[in-house]
């Protein structure tokens, strides 16, 4: 009796939600130090201090801090946030284009819930995030997904241009990107706002760029995170908080929208609209006061570094390809067969390897593996693969 | 460039959010004393002490508490939970039947997600919380509102049965209700399960019964909310700790899905899904952990009869006419115009009283007034429209 459409997608799965769930099991079997779980976005570097100490300090004030506020959130947090991404991207967003949000999934679902039109298009270069196409669909849209650029999963501005239809109302861009952890160039961006620019004229559209940024201060050796309003006249930023003050559990981010977007002001009432709709309400009311502390702090990335090296060490010494992560947590690698689930089940798992296999991101051939655990997970893995 | 059907909605406003936001306008304006605002239920009684404690508690800790976990939730609290919904209701639920979510709203459109095919159809009696039109046409269904039995608001099994057809998928039952205060009586509930059966075998299909009970625990003078898995077959409740424990803003709750419910099985794991697909991903992690320590707890009740009590009289006093509470904290009375804006923008807004109007549930010709605020608030308002 449960609705088919979801009966046909649980049966799909989730590849990463059923790794993880396979990793529990195994766990329980062979207890956590036997077992090598590199599936899970979960950040296993703690929060910054500070975040804690102000959830007590807020906690011990004994206000009645935990009630509802506008669904946007409040405003001296949205204003706060505004200011910051003005900063970052030169442009000037006041609290008006700021709408805090339940996670970046949360955000995206309620910018998808305010654009989309029945069967409007978004458009997403793989691999990407599997559960973008839930996002779409959710509220009536259509995942067009791009091929992948290999060997280094750049964007490809040109082959994206031949995708756009008149029926083109988004596109997803993610960067630090994953799976790969490729962060996109400046210049390359810029070739895509020129062929966006030149699509938007020839079919009369205004075609929004939906930057999914969770994981923009996660970058290594110096590497920048180009601000896409700067960039693309249509930029709406989805952000969240889940990596870079590891809070993935809490669900706290926001969407911040361009003051330069068609149809802004409409687009900066309906977003709010759409978190009351979709049932969101607001974000978490203490994790919104959390952000007034702790804005400026960030998750010690160098943690990250550190794994990332023992790991791209480790699977080259291994003869396995993949391009090199400049920033998030994952290494996107190839697999030795071409069928990557036959690596995964038939060398990976009876090791006490999990992998979340390419298909899950639209590219078959590959697999994910996660560092954002605990180094002796990671040595662990190299060990048994070796 | 935003979609047509938020453009529509949008106009078409939440009459709550709308005075809620006038409300915030007007205190700007005059000072938080000298406006009267009834709209929102945002409790004005604080959260037990157990709770910031137990936040506190948790954040000086200083494990790596903010996470991902299973999306349905932590184990040991969903075991918690059914615990507690078995001795409840009488029947014998595991961890399996119990999601935490994003507030009763999330909740409710998991279930919904969980449940609709397009075009299936959910009813529900009027006077009846507005935003569940949004949750039902959020996943393609229809809500079919029936007229409100007055002037008791009581529901009316009848009435219900000639509104059921073979689209028929569910029914939201709000007990306390939103916004008549109206507990259902066991005897009414089972006259509800009786026309169900009768409906379910006459077009052989399944009718879930929805309870949404965010107001469970806020009940006066001894009366008691029957347990709906003791009466329905198709029990599905959804739950909210936004007013028990005064966490409207935190977005905590959960789906506890009746073992005896058709199709239990599936239902359990889709509406997890649900939550994954609609990125809620998960109830907030920290008020997870505040659960294990305060599910006990509860807001303090006695206060809120007080202030019940206060505005009953200075309503009867001023000769308005209305159901007598016996639950959550709002009084539905009719309006002395027939058109209860007329009433509202004339003669409230103008004395700086605001109040929801009937027809933001479904009911011309009533108006909503929360007790949930400061005494003096209400005593002012009384003053005012006298």
Known sequence: MIANHIKTKMQAGSWIRDMFEKGTELKKIYGDGKVFDLTLGNPDVPSPKEVNESIAKRASMGDNIHGYMSNAGYPEIRALIADRESKRNGVNLTAN?????????????????????????????????????????????????????????????????????????????????????????????????????????????????????????????????????????????????????????????????????????????????????????????????????????????????????ILMKGLRELGYEFPEPQGAFYIFMKTPTEDENEFINNYCLPRNVLAVPGRGFGCPGYMRVAYCVAEETIKGAIKALR
């Open 97 to 309: 284009n700021v709408t805090m949000c339940v996670g970046a999934a949360g955000g995206l679902n309620c910018v998808f819930k305010a654009l989309l039109n029945p069967g409007e298009e978004v458009l997403v270069q793989a691999p990407y995030f599997v559960q973008y196409g839930g996002y779409v669909d959710n509220h009536g849209g259509k995942l067009i997904v791009v091929p992948a650029k290999v060997p280094d999963f750049d964007l490809d501005p040109n082959l994206i241009g031949t995708y756009i239809t008149e029926k083109t109302k988004a596109i997803i861009i993610n960067s630090p990107n994953n799976p790969t952890g490729v962060v996109y160039s400046r210049e390359t961006l810029e070739k895509l706002e020129k062929v966006l620019t030149e699509k938007e004229k020839e079919f009369g559209t205004d075609i929004y760029v939906v930057s999914d940024e969770p994981y923009r201060e996660i970058v290594y050796d110096g590497v920048e995170v180009p601000p896409v309003m700067d960039i693309f006249h249509n930029a709406i930023i989805v952000y969240s908080y889940s990596k870079s003050l590891s809070l993935a559990g809490e669900r706290i981010g926001y969407v911040a929208i361009s003051p330069n977007c068609a149809d802004v002001e409409a687009l900066c009432a309906a977003v709010p609209f759409a978190t009351r709709e979709l049932g969101y309400t607001n974000a978490p009311a203490l994790f919104q006061y959390v952000l007034k502390d702790c804005v400026d702090c960030q998750t010690d990335v160098d943690a990250y570094k550190v794994r990332r090296d």
